[in-house]
């Protein structure tokens, strides 16, 4: 993504935000409320075009949806009138397979996401937590090679939270995808991935640090956040972040 | 579903509203406190009904009110949901037909009855067209709306699942607009047998609504609450049948029609 500017009727969002990721890695963006995450992410999927730059995908320009990207939303995404097991099969439905052809592969997933026996609930009957497992199996059933995640936990209780960042660390690890995962919590993003790219307050937010987290792999989260590590590479971060903070709580 | 303890009570409470109300015109005419000729009694207007079914007559004018209130249902909502899609996710021609719209919806349909009494003559098909007029608008608005407050977060999702448009509509416009639609569907069966029945009333020679205006002609009060009393009782059940079938087709939704339950 290079020199990317987004402004929303006279508002700008984001400001030459320029942002790199390497293949196979998991690079998180942080920043301050309203500093325009989830604009650099929507750009990234192609959900919507910058006013100004461009994006690029494993080497082609990027020109409306991003098709090699999976999109975790913040919100509830979920097909309300859809059961878990259509919500998982639908990705693999819009690619043309046969849906019985798609039961296989999204009865697989539903193991995997632990939801066996909820196949036929709908997700108003689900908690908030089970939503998030359906949302997973759903986003990641189709294989992307790029997963974008805009605060996929960030309305779950602090132990729901733990098991899905473990989860998704299981799944990415030794998959080889490009994850782009966007937070406000600074010990999530530092504890799940290799570098952390820090946005200044909006608007007209851009890129103000970007910090190495080159702590050893498989990582156990519950244990990492007491890690002296963990700690030196958080404060660092913070220093940076915490300035931003300020500046748009004054503004 | 009937798990509310407060219900069998609340039915007890309402039969006996009714019965009150019933008693109390069946005694103030009998009493002369309301006058027969112009009140009727709750026993005649039962016996009359009983007569008309027994003696077969208003079978013929009962099926053609419902055909003529089929067709224009059937029509209107057809033309409605289809022109609601199309507007709604057509922005430029849901600007350019706006205005026209509104005023076609400004007009009062019953001053429309005499036009199409001239233009398709005294047979159903006037009373289809008086009846599509106002379907099709309560069809046509609720579908418009349906579709244009889908939430844009599950629109984003399939999008990047890889929906196609036609998948989009299919999968996520079609079944989150129906809500609207099936709401629109309560209220636009009712109005169709009411807009016909207005048709029947105004020229006719077949229906409820010429049976009415026949009765009324010779003020035949009891007929023209016995006409009265099959119209309502036709409306309830043919709700009764949209309930059924929203509370099959919206099974996905959190105490889907719950409130609206009928016994």
Known sequence: MSNVTHQFAGYTAVEDVSLSVSQ???????????????????????????????????????????????????????????????????????????????????????????????????????????????????????????????????????????????????????????????????????????????????????????????????????????????????????????????????? | MRAKPSRAPMILWQGLLGAAFLLFWQAGASLGILDKFFFSRPGDIAARVWQLFAAGTVWSHLAVTLLEAALSFGIGVASGILAGFVLARNHFLAALFDPYIRVANALPRVVLAPIFLLWFGLGIWSKVALGVTVVFFIVFFNTFQGVREVDPVIVNNARMLGATERQLIRHVLIPSALTWIFSSLHISIGFAIIAVVVGEYLGASRGIGYLIAQAEGVFDTTGVFAGMAILAAVVLLVGWGVDRLERALLRWKPRAAASREVA
């Open chain 1, 24 to 251: 196979g890695r998991f690079v998180s963006v942080v920043g301050p409320s309203g500093c325009g995450k989830s604009t650099v992410l929507s750009i990234a999927a192609g959900l919507l075009a910058p006013t100004s730059g461009s994006v690029d995908v494993l080497g082609n320009r990027l020109e409306g949806i991003n098709r090699r990207a999976a999109y975790m939303f913040q919100q509830d995404a979920l097909l309300p009138w859809k059961t878990v097991l259509a919500n998982i099969t639908l990705g693999l439905e819009f690619r043309g397979m046969a849906v019985e052809a798609a039961r296989g592969p999204a009865l697989e997933w539903v193991r995997r996401a632990g939801l066996e026996g909820f196949e036929n609930h709908y997700p108003h009957q689900l908690s908030g937590g089970m939503r998030k497992r359906v949302a997973m199996a759903q986003t990641w059933i189709v294989d992307p090679d790029i997963v974008l995640m805009d605060e996929p936990f960030g309305a779950l209780d602090v132990h729901t939270r733990l098991r899905m960042e473990s989860e998704i660390l299981g799944l990415w690890s030794g998959s080889g995808k490009t994850v782009l995962f966007v937070t406000h919590d600074l010990e999530e993003a530092v504890a799940l991935s290799d570098e952390v790219v820090v946005l200044s307050a909006g608007p007209a937010s851009r890129v103000v640090g970007s910090y190495a987290v080159d702590l050893p792999r498989p990582r156990n989260l519950i244990d990492i956040r007491t890690d002296p590590e963990f700690n030196r590479i958080y404060t660092a971060i913070w220093r940076h972040l915490r300035t931003e903070v300020l500046k748009s709580y004054a503004s």
